[in-house]
């Protein structure tokens, strides 16, 4: 398999963990709900799992999981990591834009370097 | 959202989280891998790939393991912004290496090292930025 196909492959896997977690981050977002003890975690998980789009960030994350074991048959597991590395920029554009958080340069500087360090850990 | 910042309590439960991922992901790659050896090559082999993931022991012990990861990660961006979580996350990468330097006396080469401190300074940065949203917010 060409290393193109893989690459597009990591990418939509990218997608499918940011759509993921997204999905769950709103939700969580829309229950304000205030975790501070063990028997309010699980008040709250069990609230969560009520919420039907919950699901759908399970379907993606499985999705995901399944691309992954898939891309992990075709080639080397650093490299693999290295590529998969983007995937904090998607997350950094989508929560800014879909979540209203607000991603300022820090946060920027600090997502960059990540990646940055991954493809220097993964690759050496 | 009030409570944004990055406490240790967090950071401690981030790290749980990526304990917890990486024996997940173990447990998958050892699904991942049938005994047969087989190549997928085909809509068939993918099939009998699928089979043989699912009736796969260590995929379930991935699955336990992966709903209690569910619980951590859910209660953690309960307190904290998801683009500031994710890269926190990525903590795993810094503990692999060290661990396997300071329990297996591995060595690092010079550019592995560059990684890891370019990750600590990303992590860092990431916190640093969730202090001053507190600040400016309160």
């Given at each position: 398999?060409?290393i193109?196909?893989?690459i597009?492959?990591?990418?939509?896997?990218?997608?499918?963990d940011?759509?993921?977690?997204?999905?769950?981050?709103?939700?969580?977002?829309?229950?304000?709900h205030?975790?501070?003890s063990i028997?309010?975690?699980?008040r709250?998980?069990?609230?969560?799992?009520?919420?039907?789009?919950?699901?759908?960030?399970?379907?993606?994350?499985?999705?995901?999981?399944?691309?992954?074991l898939?891309?992990?048959?075709?080639?080397?597991?650093?490299?693999a990591?290295?590529?998969?590395?983007m995937h904090?920029?998607?997350?950094?554009?989508?929560?800014?834009?879909?979540?209203?958080?607000?991603?300022?340069?820090?946060?920027w500087?600090?997502?960059i370097?990540?990646?940055?360090?991954?493809?220097?850990v993964?690759l050496? | 959202?009030?409570?944004?910042?990055?406490?240790?309590?967090?950071?401690?439960?981030?790290i749980?989280?990526?304990v917890?991922?990486?024996?997940?992901?173990?447990?998958?790659?050892?699904?991942?891998?049938?005994?047969?050896?087989?190549?997928?090559s085909?809509?068939?082999d993918?099939?009998?790939?699928?089979k043989?993931?699912?009736?796969?022991?260590?995929l379930?012990l991935?699955?336990?393991?992966?709903?209690?990861?569910?619980?951590?990660?859910?209660?953690?961006?309960?307190?904290?912004?998801l683009?500031?979580?994710?890269?926190?996350?990525?903590?795993?990468?810094?503990?692999?290496?060290?661990?396997?330097?300071?329990?297996?006396?591995?060595?690092i080469?010079?550019?592995?090292?560059?990684?890891?401190?370019?990750i600590?300074?990303?992590?860092?940065?990431?916190?640093?930025?969730t202090k001053?949203?507190?600040?400016?917010?309160?």
């Open positions: 398999m060409s193109l196909v893989v597009l492959l990591l990418i939509i896997m990218s997608c499918f940011t759509a993921s977690q997204l999905v769950l981050k709103s939700s969580i977002n829309s229950l304000k205030n975790v501070n028997s309010s975690v699980i709250f998980i069990f609230r969560l799992i009520l919420i039907p789009r919950v699901y759908l960030s399970l379907l993606f994350s499985t999705a995901s999981l399944f691309i992954w898939f891309v992990l048959s075709k080639i080397d597991l650093n490299l990591f290295s590529i998969d590395s904090y920029i998607f997350i950094a554009f989508a929560s800014g834009i879909f979540l209203k958080e607000r991603v300022g340069y820090k946060r500087l600090g997502t370097l990540i990646v940055i360090g991954i493809a220097m993964t050496s | 959202m009030r409570k944004s910042r990055v406490t240790l309590k967090i950071i401690l439960f981030l749980l989280t990526d917890l991922e990486t024996l997940a992901h173990y447990f998958f790659k050892r699904t991942a891998l049938p005994e047969s050896g087989l190549i997928v085909n809509a068939l993918a099939f009998v790939f699928m043989a993931v699912v009736s796969s022991g260590f379930w991935g699955i336990v393991i992966v709903a209690t990861e569910f619980v951590f990660w859910s209660t953690i961006l309960s307190k904290i912004d683009s500031v979580a994710v890269p926190i996350a990525s903590f795993s990468y810094i503990m692999v290496p060290l661990v396997s330097v300071i329990a297996l006396h591995e060595k080469s010079l550019l592995r090292w560059s990684g890891i401190f370019f600590m300074a990303g992590v860092i940065f990431v916190s640093l930025s001053d949203r507190g600040v400016a917010s309160e």
